[in-house]
């Protein structure tokens, strides 16, 4: 009773309106056929998710062994395609190991949290669709007007930084309650990276909200109908780069995977785990590379939007080519960073995060808002804008500059006050 009633004071066309917003199939009433093509997109995206992660591991495996001169998985399957599902079968038999010290709740609940964010971050991307010549991306199902997304909510951007701060929790929780010391190593080392990089990931992406105006990730995709409209040029490349190396640091990939570095933390933040809790941990990893990697071709590289048209194949299923060839460049990027960059120091990881990245890039967003509130197309007031903007960029790389130099002389009077033993002392003392 009291919920009919509550749904009877909301206004119905504000409901409506947003159902629209969320996907144009839920405009009029809802009849069996869109409800069935609802949840043929929900398995869909899910059946996706999984043989995309599955096809992941083996693409990184191979791709690796090429570079370092092996075979790779050869053995399961054509190409070794099997190996994946193999290694899950022999996972999911396993022994799960439940540590004395553990606590017993969150211990279970941890890879969930890890896992479940990746999986709905997928909801939000576009993955096709027509967007020539000004088109929304919708298409016509058995005479049902839909989008090749789950949902596009108003919001849906921030719905992706909220979900990628979730999984924090379940890499944090999952060191914590393991009642282990190197665990909680590595989840400490994960949050203090995570944290560090998501400040210059939100930066970046303000970048593209300003150019964009939307939150919205098919209304993104629709400002990028050119080449020359792609926000990775409309921002100036820079917010892309910064994009990138945060999201890797993000991601705990190489070279800034410290979470699992096993020459100090034996396997991190998952050691106590077994069975199929640690492969949803391993399925988590590998999905978020996928995931934000289609976050990346939304955002820069204008989602299914092409650089020409495809002849004889129809618009939206051109645009689901083009979207799979841009997330294959990104995966590709993503597996040649693992095989040939060596892994940072903490203190460098740390660093370059604070130092660099987060000034660098509050500072050219400051500088792209500057530029469209005073200049507006006037190329005289953005040369002015950009003149005063070197000079004060200037400014503070010298200030920057000395404080570090500050900083370092401080570290080492600090050093050099401490006592350090003589070689022959040392000796006279074994002696002794």
Not at 12 to 18: E, S, W
Not at 50 to 78: C, D, H, I, Y
Not at 296 to 311: A, C, E, R, S, Y
Request: charged fraction near 15%; glycine fraction near 10%.
């Amino acid at each position: 009773m009291l919920s009919s009633q509550l749904l009877a004071a909301l206004p119905t066309d504000a409901v409506l309106n947003g159902l629209v917003a969320i996907d144009p199939i839920t405009e009029g009433k809802l009849t069996w056929t869109p409800i069935f093509i609802i949840l043929a997109k929900v398995l869909i995206v899910f059946v996706l998710g999984l043989v995309g992660t599955m096809l992941m591991v083996w693409f990184e495996r191979k791709v690796v062994s090429g570079m370092q001169n092996r075979v790779g998985p050869n053995k399961a399957g054509p190409f070794g395609l099997l190996q994946t599902l193999a290694d899950g079968i022999k996972l999911f038999f396993k022994e799960d190991l439940l540590p004395n010290r553990a606590d017993r709740i969150v211990f279970r609940l941890a890879p969930f949290l890890a896992f479940v964010p990746a999986f709905l971050v997928w909801a939000v991307i576009p993955l096709g669709g027509d967007f020539s010549d000004g088109k929304d991306g919708s298409i016509t199902i058995f005479g049902q007007v839909t989008r090749v997304q789950l949902a596009d909510p108003p919001v849906g951007i921030l719905l992706v930084l909220a979900l990628s701060g979730i999984a924090v929790y379940g890499i944090m929780l999952a060191g914590w309650a393991s009642g282990s010391k190197y665990p909680l190593l590595g989840a400490v080392r994960a949050t203090a990276q995570m944290i560090s990089y998501e400040a210059a990931l939100g930066l970046s992406l303000a970048a593209v909200l300003l150019s964009s105006r939307t939150l919205s990730t098919n209304g993104i995709v629709q400002t990028q109908d050119r080449f020359v409209d792609w926000n990775i040029i409309t921002t100036g490349l820079l917010p892309f780069f910064v994009f990138v190396v945060a999201t890797t640091a993000e991601l705990n990939r190489p070279p800034f995977d410290l979470v699992e570095a096993e020459q100090e933390l034996v396997g991190g933040f998952n050691t106590e785990y077994s069975s199929i809790r640690f492969a949803l941990f391993f399925l988590a990893e590998f999905m978020n590379v996928i995931t934000m990697s289609g976050v990346m071709v939304t955002l820069f590289l204008g989602g299914p939007q092409g650089l020409f048209d495809i002849p004889v194949i129809p618009g939206y299923i051109e645009g689901s080519i083009w979207f799979v060839a841009k997330l294959l460049l990104f995966l590709y990027m993503f597996v040649w960073f693992r095989a040939t960059l060596p892994r940072l120091r903490y203190d460098q990881l740390m660093d370059f995060g604070w130092k660099i990245l987060i000034p660098v890039s509050l500072g050219w967003f400051l500088l792209l808002a500057a530029l469209r509130q005073f200049a507006n197309g006037d190329n005289v007031a953005s040369l002015r804008v950009v003149g005063i903007a070197g000079i004060i960029g200037a400014v503070a790389i010298g200030l920057f500059a000395a404080a570090l130099n500050v900083s370092r002389k401080n570290r080492e009077a600090s050093s050099s006050l401490s006592p350090v033993p003589s070689p022959s002392a040392s000796s006279k003392g074994a002696a002794n």
